[in-house]
């Protein structure tokens, strides 16, 4: 009985202390205050929630991004076929850097007459690219039209004729046999008219395969990196300062001096 009656005598105590303390802050105005920043800190919550409710979007209803030269029109696409042409006036591409087949209402278009007579005027890695009479280089990786004037696939146009200005490897057949006439002089130290003549020519890649030249590599950026090697860059003043004949003889002559200094 007598711990009954101690905690009703606290209990007692504790609902008197309560209300004097409502009373004092019901004097005060506190309790006023206390709600109203109850529901500033409420509609704040619902607030911020509702600014970072997920919203799917459906990309396939936005719509596309069209060019200025395509507003107005129905969208080009590529046919499969390169038989079907038209002729352009404006197939140039860089104010006459690039020039070569372009897209226009579906159909294909040719490169320009202008755009054509300035093929010529670079033999080396030619001056026109050209995505589908283009041949692509190797080393430089331009698919560009060559600047052989007796080429008739470049110069006529005729995708069954092969490109005089392009290598190919008698044994691969193989896009790493590819080379123009800059690269290969530049980079290996080999004359496309030399190329031209030789049925049995062989790419730098089937000549290492077949070891006719110990230490002989590709020495293009793609075949470096997979050797984990770092690229040569622009080093044909430096071999011809040396007396090298190329950047691949240069090359060939520092892997022989590693290979000698491990030994």
Known sequence: MGRLRAKTDYESLRNERIL?????L???????TISELRSITSSAKSTKNHARKYTKVYYSSTPLRRSNRLKGKSEPTLKGSIDRFEDSDDGEYDSGKRAGLRVRNGLVSRPSPEALARRCTSRGRGSLWDPVYGICCHFCRQKKLCGEEDCNRCGNLDINQPCLGK???SVCHSSTGVFCRACLKVRYGEDIDDVRTNKQWM??????EKGLKPFWICNSSICLKKRNMA???ITIFKAR???YESAAHLLMDELRRADKERL
């Open 241 to 243: 300062e040396m007396g």
């Open 203 to 208: 790419c730098p890649h089937c000549v290492e």
């Open 167 to 169: 290598t190919d490897c």
């Open 231 to 233: 690229p040569t860059g």
């Open 26 to 32: 019901a004097s005060l105005g506190l309790q006023k």
């Open 20 to 24: 004097e303390n409502k009373a004092r």
